[in-house]
């Protein structure tokens, strides 16, 4: 049996879930929308307004109506997630830039970041810079540190196994380095999978599905049946390092040949130069030869290769529905179209049904946001999940740093 504090927790869960989709919703919608009773819902709603985690909407939609503005508790009124109470700091630790934000529970839907710095080339220098950017306010506490890392990342350890790019993060353990700076729990979250708990939190439909982003390398995560999926290692969605045969370029993670020395956008870059010796070396460039002659035959070989590689895993997985962004968003629309019917052809599921690509912008910061949800504010065991039938966007609640 769960207990009811888990249950409790759960059911905060739900509602707050329904509310990262919907935006504002009154007590009925939300019971409606959780299928939760009315009363138990409701007083979830009063709960989760009195621990400043909603606010009640209709105050702040419609100052001038002060006299006769509704009452708390009354069923009519419309909530939403608190949107001025800063709970978090978000930190995304990028390959060439380190970008953070305050964050309160009701995270935007595009990613904005607030502060931007070159990442930092020791432990040392990445304390010193974030102190300088972000003073700590004793006034504001926080509910947690939300990291979102690179490369192959232990996220209950609070460490990165692997970082190519980052070598001294592998040395490092992020959780405890960071409290020596700020009074928090911190909560690690790998890079991609960050981005595919934003993709489920704000996308309420998508409960099955493959995220790749096509970025400085290519990573993915996979959601199935509602939740981010956890293999038995801490390492999944690797899809970038799946070795092409015939390909010789050697790959930041040791191996040679791997898929994202072709299909990273310095990899793009890189297979264009070879094709256009006298072009420059630069995104620009590539994008302009897009633009200009459409895919030329360089660029038709790398889309079919990630093509097969992504729906190898589709097929593996069993889902039917992958959601891309990075560099695709970039590039013509005629880009995505031969990727997409690389994938379809590939995925095994076009052979009774429909395969689905969808191109997305990164959600990392909602990600982060709702892994601090999951994991601080609202922690439940993973067995206690799967007794209550669901509750949302679950994952492992025992990886708190
Ligand atoms: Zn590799």
């Given at each position: 049996m769960a207990t009811p504090s888990s249950l409790r927790r759960i059911n905060q869960r739900k509602v707050v879930r329904a509310l990262l989709s919907v935006g504002t919703a009154s007590r009925a919608d939300l019971a409606r929308l959780t299928e939760l009773s009315q009363p138990t819902a409701g007083k979830i709603v009063d709960d989760l307004l009195a621990a400043s985690v909603l606010e009640d909407a209709s105050l702040v939609i419609?100052?001038?109506?002060?006299?006769d503005r509704p009452k708390i508790g009354r069923p009519g009124t419309m909530v939403r997630l608190n949107r001025s109470r800063t709970r978090f700091l978000a930190i995304e630790m990028g390959v060439v830039r380190t970008r953070a934000a305050y964050l309160p529970v009701a995270a935007q839907r595009e990613d904005q970041w607030t502060h931007e710095i070159p990442t930092p080339k020791s432990p040392e220098e990445l304390l010193a810079k974030l102190g300088k950017a972000l003073p700590r306010d004793p006034n504001m506490p926080l509910d947690a540190i939300l990291v979102s890392m690179p490369g192959v990342v232990d996220e209950a350890g609070g460490r990165s196994l692997l970082c190519p790019n980052i070598r001294w993060m592998e040395r490092v353990n992020i959780s405890r380095l960071l409290r020596g700076l700020f009074d928090a729990p911190t909560v690690v979250v790998q890079e991609n999978r960050a981005m595919a708990l934003g993709q489920l939190a704000l996308d309420p439909d998508g409960d099955d599905f493959l995220l790749v982003e096509l970025g400085d390398g290519v990573g993915g995560a996979a959601v199935v049946r509602g939740r981010l999926y956890n293999g038995p290692l801490p390492l999944s969605g690797e899809l970038g390092h799946t070795p092409i045969i015939g390909n010789v370029r050697k790959c930041g993670c040791g191996s040679t040949g791997c898929m994202e020395t072709l299909l990273s956008q310095s990899g793009l870059i890189s297979s264009f130069a070879e094709a256009n010796k006298k072009a420059p070396k630069t995104w620009a460039a590539v994008k302009k030869e897009v633009e200009d002659k459409g895919i030329r035959p360089w660029l038709s070989k790398s889309l079919e290769v990630a093509g097969a590689t992504i729906a190898g895993a589709m097929n593996v997985l069993g889902v039917r529905r992958v959601v891309m962004s990075g560099w695709i968003n970039d590039l013509p629309e005629v880009v995505a179209h031969q990727l997409s019917s690389s994938i379809s052809r590939g995925a095994m599921w076009g052979r009774f049904g429909e395969v689905a690509v969808d191109i997305s912008d990164k959600h990392r910061m909602a990600g982060l946001v709702w892994a601090g949800l999951d994991r601080v504010m609202f922690p439940v065991s993973d067995e206690s999940m799967a007794r209550s039938n669901g509750g949302g966007v679950a994952e492992d609640a025992t990886a708190l740093a």
């Open positions: 419609d100052p001038s109506a002060r006299t």
